[in-house]
């Protein structure tokens, strides 16, 4: 039975940074593409960054782009996203997600398994 377990979120000033962690169990951890996706109240859960199983390449949604960035840590079955220059529009409640691929997929439907989320608050 895979798990995903999100820690780290919080209450930041614009301009802050946050590092979610998600603890991953129940599963070979490197036959797992990891992601994060995120929800803001009224609006389609998205893609936010994505990694490979063997951690060497990672996507980006472009808002994303050069302020976050996603990192595993295989040994511990870990996946890590660094937020910094946060912003109000970065308000979400974010997801760690896992897929049985060698591909990172921009869909919620390309994911297998979630966890429960974890809410990010960004004030200005």
């Known amino acids: 039975q895979v798990q995903l377990v999100e820690s780290g979120g919080g209450v930041v000033q614009a301009g802050g940074s946050l590092r979610l962690s998600c603890a991953a169990s129940?599963?070979?951890?490197?036959?797992?593409?990891m992601a994060w996706f995120r929800q803001a109240p009224g609006k389609e859960r998205e893609f936010v960054a994505g990694?490979?199983?063997?951690?060497?390449?990672?996507d980006y949604t472009d808002s994303v782009k050069g302020r976050f960035t996603i990192s595993r840590d295989n040994a511990k079955n870990m996946v890590y996203l660094q937020m910094n220059s946060l912003k109000p529009e970065d308000t979400a409640l974010y997801y760690c997600?896992?897929?049985?691929?060698?591909?990172?997929?921009?869909?919620?439907?390309?994911?297998?398994?979630w966890g429960q989320g974890t809410q990010v608050t960004v004030s200005s």
């Open positions: 129940g599963g070979t951890f490197t036959r797992y593409v």
């Open positions: 990694v490979t199983r063997g951690g060497l390449s990672a």
């Open positions: 997600a896992q897929r049985f691929s060698v591909l990172i997929g921009l869909k919620m439907a390309d994911y297998d398994y």
